[in-house]
């Protein structure tokens, strides 16, 4: 099983809701990645987790909260965004995060904020 | 902050053409890699080259590395309508393990 899944595909919320992005893999892989990705721009790190520890939050605003409640599962919880935050989430994950692993990424989850 | 600029931004072809992608980055990088993207879905290895290697081919890839020149590129042999898609590069830095993705090149493979 190759495979990352991420659900939902789509999600509209308002910015009073909270909501949660979920993700999952089932390789055997230590690190696992958020990454935003805006219409026509490349994707953006946004957290790292090593063995189910944040070990890289790239300066992201708060209303983002990672989570990782075991090796295979990786949530991000959203809370009163606002409408720039619209965009693509990708979820990725990979063997260990060392530099030489490929990664292999989920097809996303499409954010619209209104 | 991104580290490759991808040249051209977009590409179109007639399937069978060879497509060249071209890479440039900005600092020391441990490895490149190559990955591909389908419209608005998730990213797709393709291939990885260490900073010790010249080339490597992969199926119809071939990608070069120059780290004298801080560049990379990446040939599709034999275009195929399937290959239509957005392709990054992304470098990772010696001493530092995650990804930055250039911005990418819009390849679109006509039949």
């Known amino acids: 099983d190759t495979e990352v899944t991420q659900t939902p595909k789509h999600l509209v919320m308002g910015m009073t809701n909270k909501k949660s992005l979920k993700c999952e893999q089932h390789m055997g892989h230590r690190a696992m990645y958020w990454y935003k990705q805006k219409a026509k721009k490349p994707p953006e790190l946004m957290f790292v987790?090593?063995?189910?520890?944040?070990?890289i939050n790239e300066s992201v605003p708060s209303r983002f909260s990672p989570e990782c409640p075991n090796s295979s599962l990786l949530n991000l919880h959203l809370h009163a965004l606002q409408p720039e935050d619209s965009a693509l989430y990708l979820c990725a994950s990979s063997l260990a995060h060392f530099s030489s692993y490929e990664q292999y990424f989920g097809p996303g989850t499409r954010l619209t904020v209104t | 902050s991104q580290q490759g600029e991808e040249d051209p931004q977009a590409l179109s072809i007639q399937e069978g053409e060879n497509a060249t992608m071209n890479c440039s980055y900005k600092t020391s990088i441990n490895n490149l890699q190559w990955y591909r993207q389908n419209s608005g879905r998730g990213l797709v290895h393709l291939i990885l080259?260490?900073?010790?290697?010249r080339e490597k081919h992969s199926g119809r890839l071939r990608v070069t590395l120059d780290t004298s020149k801080k560049s990379s590129s990446l040939l599709i042999t034999a275009s195929r309508a399937a290959d239509t898609a957005s392709y990054f590069c992304a470098t990772v830095n010696s001493g530092y393990s995650t990804l930055t993705f250039g911005k990418g090149t819009m390849l679109l493979v006509s039949p």
């Open positions: 080259i260490r900073s010790n290697e």
């Open positions: 987790y090593s063995y189910e520890k944040l070990s």
